[in-house]
């Protein structure tokens, strides 16, 4: 039995269902869900949620859930996900496996915690089968470094896509994996549309593997004629838009520039069909097109300096306890446009308004 499986043995599943949301909670998700569906009108759209970087260390679930607690969070994103209808779910990952503190000086947990933080975030999500939830596994995800460079991290991208894509995939969901399930895509065939969810940390810190790059392919080359396709990811490989000024890890960015030009020569041979490339980790809403591909970062919870933020960045500052941070997505194919409406905190102001291939509109 592995640790994971050891942790959750002594930890109950927590849904939605059996504790009421606060008021504050619904009433963020009916105004959005709202929105949505008064933009969709009575056109045929995919949509989906999209969560990300939530940074929490909680090891052990309390007998209520305390909702300023950002795990706790993943709940509010299935009763939104529900009640708009969504085709899928997206979680944009760095749920923090891997430090205490603010920083990685500050302490890291043990393996056992590590499996505990794992075994938390499987219970939020355990029991939810509404809907598929796609998993990307951000740059703090893999666990704590071993002192001196000394052995793997605890968590592997295997070990992570089967702890958590394996949800999706044990509720019946047909996903296509490459080499390990931590990247792969859902195909919806009622609607022609393929979601492809990707590790970008799954050969270095920031970064994809050779093997990651080539399913991407993949994914695209045999995208039906008539479908449209959207990525999702942890970290956003258009730096231009996404890097914080002082942040150069080594080895940060391996295959971004092989990725950007496989959606580039895709956009360009089917103009229609990229909707585009959704992530997280910067901790600042930014979004750009560029040669046809649409970028779009969504803040989540985590922090940044204010000197860190590129041109364009754009930031809400909220309490965890009172409101969430969340996006709604709808996708008009046809119309060849998307919106991306905020759940939470900022509200309708942080709205956006994609054409393909165009630039955005921020909404006032």
């Known amino acids: 039995?592995?640790?994971?499986q050891a942790a959750m043995e002594n930890m109950q599943t927590m849904t939605m269902q059996q504790f009421a949301l606060p008021d504050w909670a619904n009433a963020q998700i009916d105004e959005a869900v709202a929105r949505l569906k008064a933009w969709k009108g009575n056109e045929q759209t995919v949509s989906f949620t999209?969560?990300?970087d939530p940074h929490s260390h909680l090891e052990e679930l309390p007998a209520e859930?305390?909702?300023s607690d950002t795990r706790f969070h993943t709940l509010f994103t299935q009763a939104a996900a529900d009640r708009a209808g969504c085709d899928f779910l997206v979680d944009g990952g760095d749920h923090d496996y891997d430090f205490n503190g603010m920083t990685p000086d500050e302490g890291h947990p043990s393996d056992e915690g590590v499996s505990r933080r794992i075994a938390v975030t499987r219970s939020l999500y355990a029991d939810y089968s509404a809907r598929p939830v796609l998993f990307c596994m951000g740059n703090h995800d893999h666990g704590p470094?071993?002192?001196g460079g000394l052995g793997a991290r605890p968590v592997s991208s295997a070990r992570f896509g089967d702890a958590f894509n394996g949800l999706a995939e044990?509720?019946?969901?047909?996903i296509v994996f490459g080499e390990n399930s931590s990247w792969g895509w859902y195909d919806i065939p009622g609607k022609h549309f393929r979601a492809v969810f990707c590790n970008?940390?799954?050969?270095?810190y920031y970064g994809?593997?050779?093997s990651q790059l080539g399913f991407i392919r993949k994914a695209l080359d045999t995208l039906p004629e008539g479908w449209a396709c959207a990525l999702f990811g942890h970290w956003c490989l258009f730096q231009e838009i996404g890097h914080w000024k002082s942040y150069e890890p080594d080895g940060m960015g391996k295959g971004e520039e092989a990725f950007r030009a496989m959606l580039q020569e895709f956009a360009k041979k089917r103009p229609n069909d990229l909707v585009g490339y959704f992530c997280g980790d910067s901790h600042f809403d930014n979004e750009l097109e560029w040669h046809g591909v649409n970028w779009t970062i969504s803040?989540?919870?985590g922090g940044v300096g204010r000197f860190d933020k590129p041109w364009g960045a754009r930031r809400v500052e909220f309490d965890h306890g009172k409101a969430m941070l969340f996006e709604l997505v709808a996708v008009k194919p046809s119309a060849g446009e998307f919106k991306v409406f905020r759940v939470g905190a900022g509200g309708a102001s942080c709205d956006r308004l994609c054409v393909f291939h165009n630039k955005f509109v921020t909404l006032q």
Do not use: N
Request: hydrophobic share 30%; glycine share 10%.
């Open 1 to 4: 039995m592995s640790m994971v």
């Open 299 to 301: 803040q989540g919870y």
């Open 200 to 204: 970008t940390s799954d050969e270095c």
């Open 50 to 52: 999209f969560f990300t």
């Open 65 to 67: 859930p305390d909702f």
């Open 145 to 147: 470094s071993r002192p």
């Open 208 to 210: 994809m593997s050779e």
């Open 170 to 174: 044990g509720h019946g969901f047909k």
